[in-house]
Each structure stands twice: as structure tokens, then as C-alpha cells.
């Protein structure tokens, strides 16, 4: 989806989403079940992140539903650096 805003800064600007460790995931999809967002899609090959920009903003709580621990976000110390820079420049 674009078009979106978070805090004055387009969506799309700000990296925070998911993201799986192919390695790891046991392709179970609980992730999938758990997030309402459509962050998730089943893919050809297991669970993909289909629609980073729909995860919300400083949210990580599919994180604990991953069996596996395949699951990983940025920092949160990292992302508020990114938005303080982001908001001085819109
Ligand atoms: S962090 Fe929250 S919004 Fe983002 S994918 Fe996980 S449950 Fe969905
Ligand atoms: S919950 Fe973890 S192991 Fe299961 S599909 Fe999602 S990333 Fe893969």
C-alpha cells in the first residue's frame, strides 16, 4: 500500500518491517496467521514478506510467535535515530 504517512513521513521512507532468515524458518506459518496486516503471504516457496509498509511502525510482536527465531527487526534505538533524521527533512 503507499500512500501513507507514519509521524508526517511517507510510510515508505521508514525501514521497519520484518524480516525472515530463510535459513531458519520452518515455514509454519504462524507468523502469517498472527499479523492482521497482510505483512505476510505464502510465497512459492514458504512464508514471504510480501508488504513490508503494512507492518506498523515499532511493532514486533509477531516476533515471539516465530518457533524458530527466524524472525528479526531493526533496532529500536536504530529506528528512532532513522525517524528523528526523517522528520528533520520533511
Ligand atoms: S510486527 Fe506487528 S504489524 Fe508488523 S508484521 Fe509483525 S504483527 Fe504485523
Ligand atoms: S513464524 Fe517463523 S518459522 Fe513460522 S513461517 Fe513465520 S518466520 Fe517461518
Redesign the pocket.
Known amino acids: 500500500m503507499s500512500g501513507r504517512n507514519y509521524m508526517g513521513i511517507p510510510r515508505e521512507k521508514i525501514a521497519w518491517y520484518p524480516t525472515?532468515d530463510a535459513a531458519?524458518?520452518?515455514?509454519?506459518?504462524?507468523?502469517?496467521d498472527f499479523c492482521s496486516n497482510g505483512v505476510?503471504a505464502q510465497g512459492a516457496t514458504?512464508?514471504e514478506v510480501a508488504n513490508p509498509y503494512n507492518c506498523v511502525v515499532g511493532c514486533s510482536a509477531?516476533r515471539s510467535?516465530?518457533?524458530?527465531g527466524?524472525?528479526t527487526f531493526p533496532d529500536k534505538k536504530e529506528l528512532i535515530r532513522m525517524l528523528n533524521e526523517l522528520r528533520a527533512t520533511v
Open positions: 525472515i531458519l524458518c520452518i515455514n509454519c506459518g504462524a507468523c502469517l505476510y514458504g512464508v509477531c510467535e516465530c518457533p524458530s527466524a524472525l
